[in-house]
């Protein structure tokens, strides 16, 4: 038939055509036809040998129309594109081969999926192109810098109301660390970093953004200026206590790493939570402090530049003392204080006239007089005086006027104003 005798050809091949042609009628050196088309002078006459026994088809290659070994048979394409809709619909080719080899055992590279999904007309997610920015090198040590932030998001689609992720990331290696909460606050801050502090203690600085959380907003006050001080924020005060830098970013491309990771989590721990049926904050908290923090860890963290880690290490305690919201107040002649209009009783005997009212991020108070704990109690009624009622009658007095009052004056001895004169003829 006149199908079997047509022979499909790139431009390329065209080209190659033509040039082999000239070898074969001896118009064309082999050796000028090698440099011409790039090859070497043996495959040539490879080239040459093959078209003269089998016609211009010789100059195609021999795989061309033939299924590849390593191709999927087509049962498994089916498979894979049934359960991409029914399971995992709206993810990307990558992660979606992730979990194809993870929980169905299905190897398949994630280039390979996204040419099924094209011919198939399955749309997916695609990466959006991104500005131009200059690139910042890593910090050589393991502690130098950790960038953290909080992400708000519908973390849960949902299955409950959106939260706050905290994030931390170590700038030399990369390494994670995150937690969910109900509020980006300053307890939940401190709360979140002490846990940090726990599992690879203090580090020498922290990159974060201007939030209220971590930076006072309140202008700084006439004494503040002559000072050349300002006012800090809880979380600040924490921070220097315990010898950490706070540098301030002024956009979120300057802490590029914790803005990216969170964009990492908003596809893949969604879609996580999403597959797991989670969808509250404590089950979340567990899945990432008992697998996904370290399945990430390991997959994304770099090696340092140098070994050295600038972590130091801290105990449990002198944490607790420090990372809480501390407020001075003043102690009133009757040993007691008043904390956000609450009346609280001292009673421990102490010379105090100023003590700490300490909120600690576990939910306990405390007072505390020169980091020694005062027993106190909470005075939830105050005894109201009762103050008898007096009437008091107003005796209304009879004014007069005195004699040389304007009153008292006689209209004889005011003087008349002389009349206007008039200007008119």
């Known amino acids: 038939m006149a199908e079997k005798d047509m022979v499909i050809m790139s431009q390329g091949d065209l080209r190659r055509l033509h040039i082999i042609h000239q070898v074969i009628d001896k118009q064309l050196p082999r050796k000028e036809a090698a440099r011409i088309l790039g090859l070497c002078k043996k495959q040539i006459g490879r080239i040459v040998k093959r078209m003269k026994e089998e016609g211009d088809r010789g100059i195609c290659h021999r795989s061309r129309g033939r299924v590849s070994t390593q191709s999927k048979p087509p ?33 398949i590279s994630d280039e390979t999926l996204r040419l099924w999904l094209i011919a198939a007309r399955i749309s997916y997610p695609r990466r959006r192109k991104r500005p131009h920015r200059q690139w910042r090198e890593r910090k050589h040590y393991r502690g130098e ?54 599992r690879y203690g203090i580090p020498q600085a922290l990159y974060l953004d201007k939030h209220s959380t971590y930076k006072a907003q309140s202008k700084p006050t006439v004494e503040e200026d002559l000072r050349g001080t300002r006012q800090q924020s809880q979380f600040e005060r924490a921070c220097k206590e315990l010898g950490v830098t706070v540098i301030h970013a002024h956009s979120p491309q300057a802490k590029g790493r914790v803005e990216r990771l969170f964009r990492t989590l908003q596809d893949r721990l969604v879609k996580e939570l999403r597959l797991l049926g989670i969808s509250t904050i404590p089950e979340a908290n567990r899945f990432l402090d008992d697998s996904f923090l370290t399945d990430l860890n390991q997959r994304f963290q770099k090696k340092p530049a140098q070994r050295q880690n600038f972590h130091v290490r801290a105990s449990v305690g002198q944490l607790k003392r420090i990372l809480c919201i501390k407020t001075e107040h003043a102690v009133r002649n009757d040993h007691t204080i008043v904390h956000e209009s609450t009346l609280y009783q001292i009673d421990d005997p102490t010379t105090a006239k100023k003590v700490f009212f300490e909120e600690r991020t576990d939910g306990r108070i405390y007072i505390t007089y020169k980091n020694r704990k005062l027993s106190f109690r909470k005075i939830t009624a105050r005894p109201v005086r009762e103050s008898p009622v007096v009437t008091v009658q107003r005796i209304k007095r009879q004014w007069t006027p005195t004699t ?21 003829p």
């Open 404 to 424: 040389d009052h304007p009153w008292k004056r006689s209209y004889k001895g005011i003087q008349k104003r002389p009349k206007r004169m008039s200007l008119a």
């Open 75 to 107: 049962e498994v394409k089916e498979q894979v594109l049934r359960l991409y809709q029914d399971k995992y619909f709206g993810n990307g080719p990558t992660f979606a081969s992730e979990k194809l080899a993870k929980h169905h055992r299905i190897q």
């Open 145 to 198: 810098i950790v960038q953290m932030d909080g992400s708000h998001h519908d973390w849960f689609e949902g299955r409950r109301p959106p939260c706050v992720l905290m994030g931390y990331v170590d700038d030399a290696t990369g390494t994670v660390y995150a937690r969910f909460y109900e509020y980006e606050g300053t307890l939940p801050a401190m709360d979140s970093f002490q846990r940090y502090i726990r």
